[in-house]
């Protein structure tokens, strides 16, 4: 069962351009998500992330989205760069009793930003 | 500043054989995972650790052991290997829990054959 499901295996904009990555979730004790990014044969690297009591964070040309009524975030990258191309991955976590030790990982989203 | 170091890079293993993956961080971070992503999928969490002695079952623990003696390293065990455990494995350490960002070592391609 995928708790955190990205339906979009690939996606391919022009630089210069806005790259907007989804991210599903079913799990409603979620209450706090992440962005990853994977160049190839390199681990991944955290991006942003967002706690369930905001609905929006920016870092630079990186924006998260979060609307928790549909339990869905994605990710806005403004302007898009080639060297942005990689796997992104969304990640959540449910903070239980305080703590919260397991993030559950989306499948990825292969994103190509052409010249 | 190494961060988290995985070795080897690479195997091949023959069914049936063992092997430990090594982790090691230099970060003091008190949080250590060990993940695995198979083709297409996302990252399935195997073990983790948040402490030096304590280590608990994550998503797909079967195949697998750990251990935690320090905490700079967290080794993971594969007792008898089978094709299914073909995937890359990523150690990962947080300073806390999982709701901070982890870092990731670089990975481990395993092939069983």
């Known amino acids: 069962d995928q708790q955190v499901k990205q339906n979009s295996p690939s996606l391919s904009v022009q630089e210069g351009r806005i790259s907007i990555l989804n991210c599903d979730y079913t799990?409603?004790?979620?209450?706090?998500f992440l962005w990853y990014k994977k160049y190839p044969a390199e681990g991944p690297t955290f991006l942003i992330s967002i706690s369930s009591i905001k609905d929006k964070n920016e870092d630079g040309r990186f924006t998260v989205f979060l609307n928790k009524s549909a339990k869905h975030l994605s990710l806005h990258i403004v302007p898009s760069q080639p060297g942005d191309s990689a796997v992104y991955f969304c990640a959540a976590s449910a903070t239980d009793g305080g703590a919260t030790n397991k993030l559950i990982f989306g499948t990825g989203t292969l994103l190509a930003v052409q010249p | 500043n190494a961060g988290v170091t995985q070795t080897p890079k690479f195997r091949i293993l023959k069914i049936g054989q063992s092997m430990t993956l090594q982790c090691a961080q230099d970060?003091?971070?008190?949080?250590m995972y060990w993940y695995r992503q198979d083709p297409g999928m996302g990252l399935k969490l195997i073990y983790y650790?948040?402490?030096?002695?304590?280590?608990d079952k994550g998503e797909v623990p079967n195949g697998y052991n750990v251990s935690r003696s320090t905490t700079e390293d967290f080794p993971l065990r594969l007792e008898l290997a089978a094709p299914s455990q073909t995937s890359v494995y990523f150690c990962?350490?947080?300073?806390?829990?999982?709701?901070?960002?982890?870092?990731f070592g670089s990975g481990t391609q395993l092939s069983v054959l």
């Open positions: 799990n409603s004790m979620f209450d706090y």
């Open positions: 650790s948040v402490g030096a002695g304590i280590t």
């Open positions: 970060m003091n971070h008190n949080y």
């Open positions: 990962a350490s947080s300073y806390g829990a999982a709701s901070e960002k982890l870092f």
